[in-house]
């Protein structure tokens, strides 16, 4: 009798320790969505997006900011233009997180995406924001990344900077002209 006391006991321990398990991963489930909610309600809002390409007039060159309403998604980001009241307008585009292989944060608010051969430029509406966006950007692609590994998908992780493309301080600003206020330097692209 003490042997299948013995075995009842260890069965319920056993089933109070699955029980325990279960709920535990169900609160990590529950995290996890809660703090995906929060990232996707952080990262939306009106930026500004650095038209392509910048006219240039002699030495000069003319770059155009155009207002857009962004939004993420766990899969990807989203702009779209905005009328006068915010209001968004027209088909959104999207970036997809898969795709994005940099993220940079510049000085004025502005940051960079690059996905596959194309730079993506936005500003927002200040630095904290700015900061905001560029680490829920991260967490988002990260995240992105986790999930295709765990399918078997696996993409490579976003390098941090682009240093390579930029220096900080050198990006382009709303004024009209380079951000040195010296004539840009022509380049080939």
Request: hydrophobic share 40%; with cysteine; charged share 25%.
């Amino acid at each position: 009798m003490a042997a299948s006391d013995a075995a009842a006991s260890a069965t319920g321990a056993s089933a109070l320790q699955s029980a325990q398990l279960s709920w535990l991963r169900e609160s990590e489930q529950e995290a996890q969505h809660d703090d995906l909610s929060q990232l996707l309600s952080e990262t939306k809002g009106v930026v500004e997006k650095l038209a392509d390409p910048a006219v240039k007039l002699g030495s000069w060159q003319v770059v155009l900011w155009q207002p857009r309403m962004i939004f993420a998604d766990a899969d990807g980001l989203s702009y779209q233009k905005i009328d006068p009241n915010e209001a968004p307008i027209g088909k959104a585009k999207r970036i997809e997180f898969a795709s994005i292989t940099e993220i940079e944060e510049l000085d004025c608010a502005e940051f960079v995406l690059l996905s596959g051969r194309r730079e993506y430029t936005f500003k927002a509406p200040s630095e904290d924001a700015c900061t905001v966006l560029v680490h829920n950007l991260r967490q988002l692609c990260e995240r992105q990344r986790a999930a295709a590994a765990a399918a078997g998908d696996a993409a490579p992780a976003p390098r941090r900077g682009l240093s390579k493309l930029f220096s900080r301080g050198s990006h382009t600003r709303s004024s009209g002209h380079h951000a040195s206020g010296a004539p840009a330097e022509s380049s080939a692209s």
